[in-house]
């Protein structure tokens, strides 16, 4: 399950976003988490390096325990690390979030049935350039206040 909020800012300004690889999918909101009627299992989808030219997919396991089936919409947010001007050195992880990112492909939602589960496929695109680095958090907003996010991760390469 994820229910952490993403609240982490850059440790130099305390002004910018952080990425994944600095605060994964956020601080675990207790008292949200104990709420949860729904999980994912892996936490992450963390791909390492992918092939340049081949999409290479993982996929997630969504598990609704509850009498009733869940349906989320499911939507990207993209990570982009900047330096802003030199004012953040890179070591900080610093950058900007946008919605969408045309480098990975998700459902646009995903029902998990009642007291059963379900699998939600992430496919990198590996169009990109050679050292490329693709991040950023899978969105799943459920019903009520039944939201989910993970980081996603990968590295573009030979």
């Known amino acids: ?23 994964g999918a956020g601080r675990e909101n207790l008292s949200v988490a104990a709420d949860a009627t729904s999980w994912m299992d892996p936490a992450a989808a963390s791909f390492g390096r992918v092939t340049l030219g081949h999409p290479t997919s993982l996929t997630i396991t969504l598990s609704n325990p509850t009498g009733t089936d869940e349906t989320f919409s499911v939507s990207v947010t993209k990570f982009t690390p900047d330096t802003f001007g030199g004012t953040v050195p890179s070591v900080y992880d610093a950058g900007t979030l946008s919605a969408g990112d045309t480098r990975i492909n998700v459902p646009g939602s995903v029902t998990v049935p009642a007291n059963g589960s379900t699998t939600l496929t992430v496919t990198v695109n590996t169009g990109q350039p050679s050292g490329t680095v693709v991040q950023g958090w899978i969105n799943l907003d459920g019903p009520g206040s039944n939201d989910l996010h993970f980081a996603y991760y990968a590295i573009v390469g030979h």
């Open 1 to 23: 399950m994820n229910r952490a909020d993403l609240v982490i800012q850059d440790a130099v300004t305390g002004l910018h976003d952080v990425g994944p690889t600095a605060q």
